[in-house]
């Protein structure tokens, strides 16, 4: 029973956690009503504590291009970490199995000459790759927790395993490491053992997981904060989604404080705008800008994913171009969606500021602008939610 309890909370663990991973492929899919009615109850909670509300919030960017080298590298490594991993995992699934139904002996060839648990090391690659392609704090808090019950059932694993093989199995151990190589493992111990914390391994192991995944989450994000191309005017302030709008942000926040017989502002509040091509595919989760980007009304999930996962840069830039009917768009004419922002009195208008994660946000309009001459062709109020309603999304 007690063996029976660990794997239901391991795998119980990851399915969880590939869940809310996921998500963003079940948001854009005709299950995403259902995916909601069970985690938005959750999502609900945490936002409503100020506790617990930076773990709904994101720590990378995903609807915006990361900006500068070292973000987009990040972004392919999550494409890479989170194909590779589950490659890894399949492969040594299907090697376990077929020893087990064919010739049933202790699986020691393959990545298991290297590593005892190749399984649960390439799951924890693959989930930290996922991390990264749909980066909610959560995720990552989630994703620590699997990676602790992995190694408490890698361990339970392995005592069964000397139970059944004694000095064989003692001998492999001996030869191999639990998840990396032998002698990547045997330096961590040894410094373990010098600084006289060995007996604590157990204790110590997840919260320095936890503790590593949260704090890099917060370092990625405060670096993702400070590279985001936002320009500010007075009490609006715009960021563009790619980086070829960047030139135009500036027409665009000195045109938005023009915009009072249209979409009034009030001075006294302040406002961050989103430039973007009209057509977009993720402005859904800006505002509810219309039922066309409802993405999952759409039934082009699987399309979707694939570009998300094996085109880190295109599927922000030409997703709706072989996924959604093109429209007949002039090439000067960019989309601003209007955010409000509440932040606290007397705080200056930084991106910081804007995007802090206590921050509370409420889309107020969409326009459609000429950057080359600063006209605004039309604009329209919205309703003050996303296409996914309370959902939490992400902000940049």
């Not at 690659?125 to 990264?132: E, F, K, L, S, T």
């Not at 003692?170 to 330096?187: H, L």
């Not at 430039?275 to 595919?281: A, G, S, T």
């Not at 066309?292 to 082009?300: C, E, N, Q």
Request: charged share 15%.
């Amino acid at each position: 029973m007690n063996i029976w309890y660990k794997k239901f909370l391991a795998q119980g663990g990851t399915i969880i956690y590939f869940m809310l991973a996921l998500e963003i492929a079940i948001m854009i899919s005709p299950f995403a009503l259902f995916f909601y009615s069970v985690f938005n109850p959750v999502f609900h909670v945490l936002g409503h504590y100020h506790a617990t509300r930076w773990l709904t919030g994101f720590f990378f960017t995903h609807m915006i291009y990361p900006p500068g080298i070292f973000l987009q590298s990040i972004r392919i490594i999550g494409s890479i970490f989170f194909v590779f991993g589950l490659g890894i995992f399949a492969m040594c699934a299907l090697q376990v199995y077929l020893v087990k139904i064919f010739n049933p002996h202790v699986v020691t060839k393959g990545l298991y000459r290297i590593i005892r648990h190749p399984q649960y090391s390439g799951l924890s690659v693959c989930g930290i790759g996922m991390a990264i392609l749909w980066p909610r704090f959560i995720t990552l808090l989630m994703l620590a927790m699997m990676i602790s019950l992995y190694y408490f059932l890698a361990k339970d694993e392995e005592r069964r395993m000397i139970n059944q093989y004694g000095e064989n199995y003692k001998g492999y151990m001996s030869k191999t490491g639990m998840f990396f190589a032998k002698r990547i493992e045997q330096a961590v111990l040894n410094f373990v053992a010098s600084c006289g914390l060995k007996p604590y391994s157990k204790i110590l192991f997840p919260v320095v997981i936890i503790g590593s995944l949260l704090v890099s989450g917060l370092i990625l994000r405060a670096i993702t904060v400070a590279k985001l191309p936002v320009q500010i005017e007075q009490n609006i302030a715009v960021v563009s989604v790619l980086p070829e709008d960047n030139i135009f942000s500036k027409t665009a926040a000195s045109q938005l404080g023009k915009t009072e017989e249209s979409i009034p502002l009030n001075r006294d509040e302040t406002y961050l705008g989103y430039l973007m091509p009209v057509n977009y595919v993720m402005q859904g989760m800006i505002a509810n800008t219309g039922e066309y980007w409802h993405l999952y009304k759409r039934h082009h999930t699987f399309q979707m994913i694939i570009d998300w996962v094996f085109h880190p840069f295109g599927h922000l830039r030409h997703a709706p171009l072989h996924q959604m009917p093109s429209e007949d768009i002039n090439a000067n004419v960019r989309r601003v969606i209007l955010v409000r922002v509440e932040i606290k009195k007397g705080e200056l208008l930084s991106a910081a500021n804007l995007f802090a994660l206590e921050a509370k946000r409420t889309p107020v309009a969409y326009l459609d602008m000429d950057v080359i001459s600063g006209e605004i062709i039309k604009a329209h109020k919205v309703d003050g939610t996303t296409a996914w309603k309370g959902v939490p999304t992400p902000i940049f």
